[in-house]
């Protein structure tokens, strides 16, 4: 459909999974900034885990200021496409080119290294959010039912997930196939390969949705001065005034710090506890695998019960299965594959309800302020991810050296025992937080759309 509509109509399945689609674009960039890029700043870039580690939180840092900019924009560009659309289709080619330009491998000092990874990582989160958060925006315009977004939650992660599969099955064969770190471009045409993907994904998610006008006229228009320190302002009020929507924020702050030392430690695990670097480029995607199985499966049990009450369920399951990984000591691939998937098949719930909850605060905040600001939500919330997975890296780089890793040897036995520790132990205060974070979350099914009927 060329430009906007009037209304908000009920989604075809047709239209769900048209818009859920484009999370596989996303995830073919995510999932290696989040599984890949850190082992490949240690292990082949030869940088220091404590500087690669200062380079994921400065750039969060940087991404999360850039992404209430960006959300801002977005919600103040009009055009006959819609405000969000056109982002998809202009900026998506950016975002391919930033993707390679990150993975260039320059035989230079640390000081060098650290200054390129920097200024290349931020290069890319930018772009990455110029097209994600107006992307993100778009789940909030295209249903205002409560049921219909666990669904699309649901469908956005199978997406994500099969997105996250292919890259990390397919980059480190590409890479194999390329000659290996034979030469500096090696990785970078992995990456122009993969990241072309993407493009089709996007455009399918463009043609699929519509954006109804008078949501998009509840937002100001026009960009100027005043109307920059205008949004600054209510942007401030949104996140004030709107508990839910701080009570997200909170968990995916802790969600995102604590779950994905799980996720980001995964390859050092396999190559180093396992001892079967062969098996990275399998058991990294079996996880993702795993996750893809699952989010449906969460994704109905939000619209059969409720958000907050699946929400719990995970952290119970999260609890017993981050407990058994710690606890169990084998190096059996096929144990491990089974506790990995445990994990993932509980971890995967945070970003479903993460997903399914943003949008209905997107009208919490319309009814108490008067305006929606679809995409500053989206913007504060990526603001939150990204200062939690900044934070992570940092953490990360600096528990990797105090247990003293050390790249491309083996690890001795307290350095594996820390390893399986960072993995599991900080996950299970997570899991904690997070349950009382989540135990008064106000937002059901029936207040919901009780609030929709109210705006």
Excluded at 58 to 82: K, P
Excluded at 324 to 348: E, Q
Excluded at 431 to 446: K, N, R
Aim: hydrophobic share 50%; charged share 15%; net charge positive.
């Amino acid at each position: 459909m060329d430009g906007p509509v009037s209304e908000v109509r009920p989604l075809t399945r047709s239209r769900m999974l048209g818009w859920a689609a484009g999370d596989f674009g996303f995830n073919i960039f995510w999932q290696a900034l989040n599984l890949l890029m850190l082992p490949f700043y240690t292990d082949v870039l030869g940088l220091d885990a404590r500087l690669a580690g200062t380079v994921f939180l400065i750039a969060s840092l940087w991404d999360g200021f850039a992404d209430t900019v960006i959300g801002a924009i977005a919600d103040r560009t009009r055009t006959r496409w819609g405000s969000y659309r056109p982002y998809l289709i202009f900026a998506s080619p950016v975002l391919v080119g930033a993707f390679m330009v990150a993975f260039l491998t320059p035989n230079w000092d640390q000081g060098g290294l650290f200054l390129y990874a920097l200024v290349s990582q931020v290069f890319l989160r930018t772009a990455y959010s110029v097209v994600s958060i107006p992307y993100s925006s778009l789940s909030a315009r295209i249903s205002q039912d409560p049921d219909e977004r666990s669904s699309m939650a649901g469908w956005r992660m199978v997406f994500a997930f099969s997105g996250g599969a292919v890259v990390t099955f397919a980059m480190p064969r590409l890479v194999e196939g390329l000659g290996g770190g034979a030469s500096n471009t090696t990785y970078v045409i992995a990456a122009g390969l993969v990241g072309i993907v993407s493009l089709p994904f996007f455009w399918l998610t463009f043609a699929s949705t519509h954006e109804p006008v008078r949501l998009a006229e509840a937002n100001p228009r026009g960009l100027s001065l005043r109307g920059s320190v205008e949004d600054m302002g209510a942007s401030w009020r949104m996140v004030r005034e709107n508990g839910p929507l701080l009570r997200v924020f909170a968990c995916i702050i802790v969600s995102s710090l604590a779950f994905t030392m799980t996720n980001k430690c995964l390859v050092y695990y396999v190559t180093y506890y396992l001892a079967r670097p062969d098996l990275v480029s399998s058991l990294v995607p079996f996880a993702l695998v795993v996750n893809l199985a699952f989010a449906p499966l969460w994704a109905m049990l939000a619209r059969l019960t409720s958000k907050r009450r699946c929400w719990l369920l995970a952290n119970a399951l999260s609890a017993v299965t981050y407990t058994a990984f710690f606890l169990i000591p084998t190096r059996d691939p096929v144990v491990a594959a089974f506790l990995i998937g445990a994990i993932s098949a509980g971890n995967v719930a945070y970003q479903v309800l993460f997903w399914a909850m943003l949008p209905d605060t997107v009208e919490y905040n319309a009814w108490k302020t008067g305006q929606r600001h679809d995409a500053k939500v989206f913007g504060f919330a990526s603001f939150a991810k990204q200062l939690a997975l900044g934070l992570n890296g940092a953490l990360l780089g600096l528990m990797l050296t105090l247990i003293g890793y050390v790249p491309n040897v083996p690890q001795s036995a307290m350095t594996l025992l820390g390893l399986k520790a960072v993995m599991a132990l900080i996950p299970l205060f997570g899991v904690a937080i997070s349950a009382a974070l989540i135990w008064h979350y106000p937002l059901d099914q029936a207040r919901h759309r009780q609030i929709v009927a109210e705006t």
